[in-house]
């Protein structure tokens, strides 16, 4: 129904404590007004000193809205004159305001890429904010955050006296192959590792230029989902391994899959290590170039129990492993870096890729990094972070089995950030989370992480992230619940 003049500004609504500024709200919302109908063309709008006082904002902000609507077509205004609506309802001069229209109702055919990807279930929701004992996060409180803003300073500093770099800076791939080496046994140069915006990054690198729809690739069930949706994505058979005490199973021998997913040191997410039987078997029975391992070492940083198991691609001879970590889980995850290590014969094709799909960390956070890891800060942090996280482990499963015993069979994961609870009884781990959730403690239900029909049921805790009052809290309440 067509607007009165005196209705305009009763139907304009703006909020003063909106991110977005006065001018572009009242924008919207006229434009809005006129696509609907409600301001018919030919229709004269109220001065821009009239609809300012109405609204009581200043008369800059209604210019600037009907300049930006006159040059978008809804409006003619000419200087002293009240601006008129040019369009007729859903039509804008230039036919856009139509085709608008038309895409918002008709069904959008997205690519292929994007129709599969809505299918999988990730990425995962959680609430807003993070609450205990949400797993996958390390303690952000703890980072060094003023270390960390000298070296962000300094590579700032110093950016104007850098040479225009490649995207992948040396600094940083020297310093990352050198830690990967000694904490990791990974064997690479330099120049075959990718800093990227994250682990999940590296997987999307690698679905792009690994996969053609119908290749077989296989995934630890249960499992990462992030990792089981990109694969998915780019149009992979993706086969769900079950996992026995030494970690991910092969299937006797059927068709060679085309590449492997697999969390070997600490299994996401039972934390099961994989022996070295069965990862000597992964080795032994892909042939190179025809079979890809991906080793994710999401939280290998992490051991507390015994020294840490080296890396598999540590072992790999022939070039057949890619090996990814993030620093998400070892620094703090809106750092938002990871890095894939990448087999000698592939590394130009996937630089190629990688700078084509613009998968880039800034060069001043890859250099700040780069002085953090090389000044020790690193390795100083891990440690402080080892010991501290260790602590919280015990403490979680301590308090776990003793007031919930009787619910939870805790497995102890001898690294990493989380643990698996299972439920010796009842079936139903998601509404136990639902409950818990409601109680305000966070937790992951490990049927959710299941590829094939789930055969666990039970809960992903995460320890890393909370401090031992924290979790004696959320202990509490959890034995509440149950
Ligand atoms: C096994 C595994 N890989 C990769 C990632 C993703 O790391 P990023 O935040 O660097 O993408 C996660 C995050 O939870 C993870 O659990």
Known sequence: MPVSEAMI??????????????????????R???????????????????????????????????EQLAAEGYLEASHGRRPVVTVDGNERADGAGAAASRVRSAKPRFSPWASRL???????????????LRPGHGDAREFPNEIWARCLRRSAVRAARRELGPVNRTRLREAL????????????????????????AALTLIAAVLITPGDEVWVEDPGYPGAAAAFR???????????DEQGMQRMPETVAPKLIFMTPSHQHPTGRLMSLARRNEFLRSSRPGKTWIVEDDYDGEFHYDSRPVPALQGLDAHGRVFYVGTFSKAMTSDIRLGYLVVPPALVGTFEIAQRHIGLIASSHIQEALAEFIADGHFLAHLRRMRRLYHARRDHLVDGLERHLGEVLAVEVPSGGIQLVARLKRGRSDQAAVKRLVEAGVETRALSSLALAKPRDHGLLLGFAAWRESEISAAI???????
Request: with cysteine.
């Open 32 to 66: 809005a007004l006129i696509a609907a109908g409600r301001l018919a063309k030919g229709r004269a709008l109220p001065s821009s000193r009239q609809l300012a006082d109405d609204l009581g904002v200043s008369r800059n902000t209604v210019t600037y809205a009907f």
């Open 233 to 243: 994505a780019s149009g992979a058979r993706v086969t769900g391994m079950r996992l």
């Open 118 to 132: 809505k299918q999988t279930d990730w990425p995962m929701s959680y609430q807003a904010p993070l609450k205990p």
């Open 476 to 482: 509490r309440t959890m034995a509440s619940c149950f």
């Open 9 to 30: 500004s009763a139907l304009i609504d703006l909020k003063r404590a909106d991110d977005t500024g006065l001018a572009a709200q009242l924008t919207s919302q006229l």
């Open 177 to 200: 192959a050198h830690y990967l080496a000694t904490s990791r046994g990974v064997r690479a140069t330099a120049d075959q590792i990718l800093i990227l915006p994250s682990a999940q």
